[in-house]
Nanobody
Framework: QVQLVESGGGLVQTGGSLRLSCVAS????????MGWFRQAPGREREFVAT????????DYAQSVQGRFTISRDNAKGTVNLEMNNLKPEDTAVYSC?????????????????WGQGTQVTVSS
């Protein structure tokens, strides 16, 4: 089992920045790809970004490309999401997830473990 805890959410104005962090505990010795997803009220869960176990491969949703950066520190068991130039449409609950494999994926079905999420609200 892997437990994931997110932090760093909050309220920010349009154009602002936030840095989300996800700390993994438990069987973190496994080589898991990690991802961030988000879900706004009344909408389905949406892929945001993912990073391979080695950290050399990343992928982003088109809506956040160039504004968000995902990174990881395997020694610390953390995955971060740096979010810049935030827009009101970025408002959602952001969750990190650990895949059951080292390679990246965009589908929620590619991920085995999920955190509870952290709220990000961008005011206009």
């Amino acid at each position: 089992q892997v437990q994931l805890v997110e932090s760093g959410g909050g309220l920010v104005q349009t154009g602002g920045s936030l840095r989300l962090s996800c700390v993994a505990s438990g069987r973190t010795s496994r080589t898991y790809a990690m991802g961030w997803f988000r879900q706004a009220p009344g909408r389905e869960r949406e892929f945001v970004a993912t990073i391979s176990w080695t950290g050399d491969i990343t992928d982003y949703a088109q809506s956040v490309q160039g504004r968000f950066t995902i990174s990881r520190d395997n020694a610390k068991g953390t995955v971060n999401l740096e979010m810049n130039n935030l827009k009101p449409e970025d408002t959602a609950v952001y969750s990190c997830a650990a895949a059951g494999r080292p390679v990246i994926g965009r589908s929620p079905g590619d991920y085995r473990y999920w955190g509870q999420g952290t709220q990000v609200t961008v005011s206009s």
